[in-house]
Antibody, heavy 122, light 108 residues
Framework: QITLKESGPTLVKPTQTLTLTCTFS??????????VGWIRQPPGKALEWLALIYWDDDKRYSPSLKSRLTITKDTSKNQVVLTMTNMDPVDTATYYC??????????????WGQGTLVTVSS | SYVLTQPPSVSVAPGKTARITCGGN??????VHWYQQKPGQAPVLVIY???DRPSGIPERFSGSNSGNTATLTISRVEAGDEADYYCQVWDSSSDHQVFGGGTKLTVL
C-alpha cells in the first residue's frame, strides 16, 4: 500500500525559505521508472506542478519557479524534500507530494499525500 | 509554454452523460491524464494514458484523445461525481508537467 505524507511549517514569513518533506512508504525511489512530484494549489485555484525527481536522481522544475526550487531525495529514509526560496504571500497554497510511475516523460500521479497548507504572511 | 484549456464549468442531470474537454495544440500526440478532486480532498487519478482506468475507478469513467482535444466522459452521472476535474500532460518541448485550469462538474 502506497502512502505519502507532507510535513513542514504551516506559516512562513515573506522572503523566508520554505522546506517541505514528503515521507512515503510502499515503494522505493530507487526502483526504475518511479518518480515523486510536488504540486500546489492556492485556495480556490487550480493545481500547479512544481517539481519532479526520478529514481535516477534526474530532476525537473516548473520553468516559472525554477530559480526558487530545489528537490532532493533520501532513498534510505524514503523522503523527498522540496525547498522554495524567497516566499511571497502569493505562494500561499496547499502543497501536495505524489507518486509518479510510468518513467520519464510519461509520468502521471497515482497516489497523493493529504496535502499541507502553507500560509505566507508577516 | 504548453497550455491546456478546460471549460470552467459543466452541468449535467443525474443519469446523463458528462463530457469534459481539455484542449491543447496537437494534444492527440501526448498522453493525457485526468484527476478528480472533491472539496477539501487530494486529487484522485481517474484516467491515465488517455483512456486507462486505475483499479477502483468505475467503468462509467472513460477517456479519449485526438487532434487538439482530449475528453473525459462520465456516463450515468451520479451526485457523487460532483467535483473539480483536471487534465495533465507532459510537455515535450519544455520537458515539464502541465495541468489544465480545471472544470467544475455540477450535478443538477
Amino acid at each position: 500500500q502506497i502512502t505519502l505524507k507532507e510535513s513542514g511549517p504551516t506559516l512562513v514569513k515573506p522572503t523566508q525559505t520554505l522546506t517541505l518533506t514528503c515521507t512515503f512508504s510502499g515503494f522505493s525511489l530507487s526502483t526504475s521508472g518511479v518518480g515523486v512530484g510536488w504540486i500546489r494549489q492556492p485556495p480556490g485555484k487550480a493545481l500547479e506542478w512544481l517539481a519532479l525527481i526520478y529514481w535516477d536522481d534526474d530532476k525537473r522544475y516548473s520553468p516559472s519557479l525554477k530559480s526558487r526550487l530545489t528537490i532532493t531525495k533520501d532513498t534510505s529514509k524514503n523522503q523527498v524534500v522540496l525547498t522554495m526560496t524567497n516566499m511571497d504571500p502569493v505562494d500561499t497554497a496547499t502543497y501536495y507530494c505524489a507518486h509518479g510511475p510510468g518513467g520519464q516523460q510519461l509520468v502521471y500521479f497515482d497516489y497523493w499525500g493529504q496535502g499541507t497548507l502553507v500560509t505566507v504572511s508577516s | 509554454s504548453y497550455v491546456l484549456t478546460q471549460p470552467p464549468s459543466v452541468s449535467v442531470a443525474p443519469g446523463k452523460t458528462a463530457r469534459i474537454t481539455c484542449g491543447g495544440n496537437n494534444i492527440g500526440s501526448k498522453s493525457v491524464h485526468w484527476y478528480q478532486q472533491k472539496p477539501g480532498q487530494a486529487p484522485v487519478l481517474v484516467i491515465y494514458y488517455d483512456s486507462d482506468r486505475p483499479s477502483g475507478i468505475p467503468e462509467r469513467f472513460s477517456g479519449s484523445n485526438s487532434g487538439n482535444t482530449a475528453t473525459l466522459t462520465i456516463s450515468r452521472v451520479e451526485a457523487g461525481d460532483e467535483a473539480d476535474y483536471y487534465c495533465q500532460v507532459w510537455d515535450s518541448s519544455s520537458d515539464h508537467q502541465v495541468f489544465g485550469g480545471g472544470t467544475k462538474l455540477t450535478v443538477l
